[in-house]
């Protein structure tokens, strides 16, 4: 019986071993990630961009969202100040495992992306660091706002030229096609006809009379009645002589 509860009671105190150690394992782990949680939130990341602008990335919370402010100035150019820009980013990284054991890492990865640009707000909308690639984008740090704001210049539209003004077309009057006589066909000889021609016979003209014609008819008939053969024309000669 009393052997019995001695193993009772070695078990017993395994159990409570073991317990302990396992709530200060946790609590060893939850102390870590609220000294990493703080170290980010204390220690500003620094970095610089291609076109030399110097940059700092401040972590904050936000309820249950973690917020990330990126603020950036540019080189100054002789007595011209350089240019100041910052942008927000949010999101929920604590879902991914990989940025609860190293958010400061989580962070770094980010920060390289963004100094190999020309402007550290002109980058993606959502970074998606390679610890934590494959969570959904609730857990990435997603673009939330930028000052000044940052347009992407749209392409310009090629310049039309001005359009000549349509000039109405005048409807040409409708000519009405000639009808087209039919060709007569050459009447074929039939066997047996020669080819017969019409003799035309010209029209006696109308010849007007003179009245010195119409004395000398006269004359020359009166002198055939009346005179010998041998003298007709001295008959009429002097017939149409004397009727004159």
């Not at 016979?201 to 009245?211: C, D, N, S, V, Y």
């Amino acid at each position: 019986m009393r052997a019995r509860m001695r193993v009772a009671l070695l078990f017993l105190a395994a159990a409570v071993c073991v317990s302990n150690a396992q709530s200060n394992n946790s609590s060893s782990i939850n102390r870590q990630q609220q000294q990493q949680q703080r170290s980010i939130r204390d220690e500003a990341i620094k970095f610089n961009t291609k076109t030399k602008d110097t940059c700092t990335m401040v972590v904050s919370g936000a309820g249950d969202y973690t917020r990330l402010r990126v603020s950036c100035k540019g080189p100054s150019q002789g007595q011209t100040q350089g240019r100041s820009y910052y942008c927000d980013f949010q999101g929920k990284p604590n879902l991914c495992r990989g940025y609860n054991l190293n958010p400061r890492h989580y962070f770094t990865q980010m920060m390289w992306d963004m100094r190999k640009l020309s402007h550290a707000c002109q980058g993606p909308k959502v970074y998606r660091p390679a610890m934590c690639k494959k969570y959904p984008d609730e857990a990435q740090m997603t673009f939330l706002a930028s000052w000044p704001k940052t347009t992407i210049p749209k392409p310009s539209k090629p310049v039309q030229e001005p359009r000549k003004p349509v000039v109405p077309a005048q409807n040409k009057p409708v000519t009405t096609p000639k009808p087209v006589k039919p060709q007569q066909q050459p009447v074929k000889p039939q066997p047996g006809k020669g080819t017969q021609t019409k003799k035309t016979t010209p029209k006696p003209g109308k010849t007007t009379i003179r009245p010195t014609e119409q004395t000398d008819s006269k004359a020359s008939r009166i002198a055939s009645e009346y005179c010998w053969k041998s003298f007709h024309g001295v008959c009429s000669y002097f017939i149409s002589w004397f009727q004159n």
